[in-house]
T-cell receptor, first 115, second 115 residues
């Protein structure tokens, strides 16, 4: 089945130690998004790629970076995780972007714990 | 800027009772509207969406929603709740058109289903 896969499902990292979360998709969608969701809150968009074009949200901290080496994969890098970065990180894809009326397909998320 | 408001962070219904989850949006032009469901430690799953055409939209798991432009609302309903419906529900909105469009989520409504 075509899907969006996030690895790992659970990640524990040390305060200040760089961490990378990965997302892969078999849907061949143009757009890939990274959302941060803290407990009992709405998902908050960090950035997205339309093909290779990177779009950063204005309030995304510099500590968060992303790479998309090809259509299928997208990575979220947290350079120096702080306790406040503990959250669920959700990857989503969309065929042509929601502006064309397509919804997102989400992965199962990676829950990040910072110790 | 678009926004979406979900009235009631927690809703509790009895099994077999009507489910009504409220969503109002703010937008200068009618946006695209979506409802997503999230089970614990999972990603979000699309329930239904409104883009154009019939204002009553049917989704998965027996849910439906009606777009009411005059009320700027997109409430989610299900005639008879099932225990498996217990989850977090998010209403979301996006602009029409443009590759930079993104989903903006409401703060979510946690649905509890009791025996």
């Amino acid at each position: 089945d075509a899907m969006v896969i996030q690895n790992p499902r659970y990640q524990v990292t040390q305060f200040g130690k760089p961490v990378t979360l990965s997302c892969s998709q078999t849907l061949n969608h143009n757009v890939m998004y990274w959302y941060q969701q803290k407990s009992s809150q709405a998902p908050k968009l960090l950035f997205h790629y339309y093909d290779k074009d990177f779009n950063n949200e204005a309030d995304t901290p510099d500590n968060f970076q992303s790479r998309r080496p090809n259509t299928s994969f997208c990575f979220l890098d947290i350079r120096s995780p702080g306790l406040g970065d503990a959250a669920m990180y959700l990857c989503a894809t969309s065929r042509e972007g929601v502006g064309a009326g397509y919804g997102y397909t989400f992965g199962s998320g990676t829950r990040l714990t910072v110790v | 800027a678009q926004s979406v408001t979900q009235l009631g962070s927690h809703v509790s219904v009895s099994e077999g009772a009507l489910v009504l989850l409220r969503c109002n949006y703010s937008s200068s032009v009618p946006p695209y509207l979506f409802w997503y469901v999230q089970y614990p430690n999972q990603g979000l799953q699309l329930l239904l969406k409104y883009t154009t055409g019939a204002t009553l939209v049917k989704g998965i798991n027996g849910f439906e929603a009606e777009f009411k432009k005059s009320e700027t609302s997109f409430h989610l309903t299900k005639p008879s709740a099932h225990m498996s419906d217990a989850a977090e529900y998010f209403c979301a909105v996006s602009e029409r058109g443009g590759t930079a469009s993104k989903l903006t989520f409401g703060t979510g409504t946690r649905l509890q289903v009791t025996l």
